[in-house]
T-cell receptor
Framework: AQKITQTQPGMFVQEKEAVTLDCTYDTSDPSYGLFWYKQPSSGEMIFLIYQGSYDQQNATEGRYSLNFQKARKSANLVISASQLGDSAMYFCAVRVTGGGNKLTFGTGTQLKVEL | NAGVMQNPRHLVRRRGQEARLRCSPMKGHSHVYWYRQLPEEGLKFMVYLQKENIIDESGMPKERFSAEFPKEGPSILRIQQVVRGDSAAYFC????????????FGPGTRLTVL
C-alpha cells in the first residue's frame, strides 16, 4: 500500500516570498506519479503539478515547482512569489502504475499568505 | 470546455434516507473516480469506473454504497439508509486515459446527514 506524509499541518508565508510544502511518500512500486492539488476555502480541488517517477527533471508550472528527490522519496512543492490567493489547503498525492489508478492523498498543509 | 460537473453541490438528508450524487466527466474522458473527504482529512479513494464497468471498488464500504457509470448519462454514487457518519464531501474526478493521465476533480457534493 502507498502512503503520503505531509508533516506540516499549517504554514505561514509573507506575500511575495517563496514557500516550500513538504511531502514524503512510501511505495515499493518503481513506476508512480506524484501530484499536488490545491483546495481553497470554497472547497474545490485544483490540480497544480505532476511529476513522474522516471522524469529526469523537476516539474514546473508557472510559480509552482516540484523538488523531486527520488532517493529520499520526497516531492516538495515550492511556490514562488506567494500571493494572497495562494492561501488554501494543499494536498500531495501518489498514484502507482500498478495500483489501479487511484490516488492516495496526504492529510494536507494549510497555507496562509500574509501581507 | 466544461470541467467535471457534480450535482447537487449540497445535499441534506435525514438518517435512513437515500442520497444520490451525480457526476458528469469532462468531455472526452471515459474514466471516473469517486473520493470521500471527511472533515479535517484528506481525500480517500472509493471507486473507479469506466463506462458500464466497475474497475476498482476497493475503497467502497461493503454495505449501503453503490456506484454506476451507465453507457448514457452521468456516473451515480448512491448511498442507501444514510447515517450521520456519511456526512462528508464527495468528489468525483475524471481522466482521459488511465496510467499517466491527470485526474481532474469536480467541485464536490457536500452531504449532511441530520
Amino acid at each position: 500500500a502507498q502512503k503520503i506524509t505531509q508533516t506540516q499541518p499549517g504554514m505561514f508565508v509573507q506575500e511575495k516570498e517563496a514557500v516550500t510544502l513538504d511531502c514524503t511518500y512510501d511505495t515499493s512500486d518503481p513506476s508512480y506519479g506524484l501530484f499536488w492539488y490545491k483546495q481553497p476555502s470554497s472547497g474545490e480541488m485544483i490540480f497544480l503539478i505532476y511529476q513522474g517517477s522516471y522524469d529526469q527533471q523537476n516539474a514546473t508550472e508557472g510559480r509552482y515547482s516540484l523538488n523531486f528527490q527520488k532517493a529520499r522519496k520526497s516531492a516538495n512543492l515550492v511556490i514562488s512569489a506567494s500571493q494572497l490567493g495562494d492561501s488554501a489547503m494543499y494536498f500531495c498525492a501518489v498514484r502507482v502504475t500498478g495500483g489501479g489508478n487511484k490516488l492516495t492523498f496526504g492529510t494536507g498543509t494549510q497555507l496562509k499568505v500574509e501581507l | 470546455n466544461a470541467g467535471v460537473m457534480q450535482n447537487p453541490r449540497h445535499l441534506v438528508r435525514r438518517r435512513g434516507q437515500e442520497a444520490r450524487l451525480r457526476c458528469s466527466p469532462m468531455k472526452g474522458h471515459s474514466h471516473v473516480y469517486w473520493y470521500r473527504q471527511l472533515p479535517e482529512e484528506g481525500l480517500k479513494f472509493m471507486v473507479y469506473l469506466q463506462k458500464e464497468n466497475i474497475i476498482d471498488e476497493s475503497g467502497m464500504p461493503k454495505e449501503r454504497f453503490s456506484a454506476e457509470f451507465p453507457k448514457e448519462g452521468p456516473s451515480i454514487l448512491r448511498i442507501q439508509q444514510v447515517v450521520r457518519g456519511d456526512s462528508a464531501a464527495y468528489f468525483c474526478a475524471s481522466s482521459q486515459e488511465t496510467s499517466t493521465d491527470t485526474q481532474y476533480f469536480g467541485p464536490g457534493t457536500r452531504l449532511t446527514v441530520l
